[in-house]
């Protein structure tokens, strides 16, 4: 196991401002990965952040459609988000809770909001799969709030771990082959942490709350951390305090050939994946 003393701290490399955008159906969103200024961070495609107390931003949602050859993570802090997919899976996404999808073959879902009203927080996190896991079998891993570990690792800091192990926790998420991190930092002001991250693993902080300092940089909201190698991180609460994403994983070095909802390794590969989902076979039932 990994330990928790930091002997090899790692700094930042770039800090980014989160881009405004839009997805679904007309969903307003903040996204840091996946962007002209920052494409992908090798095994991470896309990062977006949801954060409205506005309806007409979020409404709409996400309806039906295919997902080929990675995994999508959400991680919902304020509000309600139905789930349902080809595999028959179903569920409402409540405040503090996550599910994790690995595509792989193809799966078709939608989220759409239970909510009419009030603050709606959240994140979507894609993922790169390796080209030897592409097809496997769809995966669906649902994670309720109280699942989820939660401790206080130093005084004013309160952490909520998703996927990874530290301080002698260990998230809900597993069998996930980039081997990933991803733990929620709630930091009160000048409160410091330090957040163990397995050498070699990209990583990155995002502030969704706040300000945080994050290896001695200023890292305001809804800006992104993109980090150096080392075996950890140390993160201190901005004038305000502030709450961040830690998010890290094994780097996969392999070519991407990407279009929308489909992520290959070849031209060949993908123009299969359109082909597949127009003729109808991506998983349709939950196996038995």
């Not at 952040?49 to 295919?66: C, N, Q, R, V």
């Not at 994790?100 to 959240?122: D, F, K, R, Y």
């Not at 929620?184 to 902080?205: I, K, Q, R």
Request: hydrophobic residues 40%; negative net charge.
């Amino acid at each position: 196991m990994m330990s928790d003393a930091i002997k090899n701290a790692r700094g930042v490399e770039r800090v980014l401002r989160a881009m405004d955008t839009s997805d679904g159906a007309g969903v307003s969103l903040k996204r840091s990965i996946g962007t002209p200024q920052l494409d992908m961070l090798d095994p991470f495609l896309m990062l977006d952040s949801l954060s409205t107390d506005k309806p007409d931003d979020y409404i709409a949602g996400f309806p039906e459609h295919p997902h080929r050859g990675f995994e999508t993570v959400t991680y919902m802090v304020e509000g309600a988000m139905r789930h349902q997919d080809s595999m028959g899976n179903e569920g409402v996404l409540r405040s503090g809770g996550a599910q994790w999808m690995t595509a792989g073959s193809g799966i078709v879902h939608s989220e759409t909001p239970e909510q009419e009203n009030g603050l709606m927080q959240g994140f979507q996190l894609w993922i790169n799969l390796p080209a030897k896991d592409k097809m496997i079998d769809p995966r669906y891993q649902n994670m309720e709030p109280n699942e989820l570990a939660e401790f206080a690792p130093a005084d004013g800091a309160q952490l909520r771990l998703l996927a990874g192990s530290m301080y002698g926790q260990t998230g809900p998420i597993n069998g996930i082959s980039t081997n990933p991190v991803f733990v929620d930092v709630m930091l009160d002001v000048d409160a410091e942490v330090s957040v163990p991250l397995p050498e070699g693993h990209t990583a990155v902080v995002y502030v969704f709350i706040g300000d945080a300092i994050v290896a001695g940089k200023d890292v305001p909201t809804h800006h992104l951390a993109i980090l150096k190698d080392g075996d950890g991180v140390t993160l201190k609460g901005g004038a305000q305090g502030g709450r961040m994403l830690v998010i890290a994983a094994r780097p996969i070095h392999e070519q991407v050939v990407r279009y929308g909802p489909f992520v290959m390794s070849s031209k060949q590969e993908l123009m299969q994946a359109f082909d597949d989902y127009q003729n109808g076979n991506f998983v349709r039932k939950k196996a038995s």
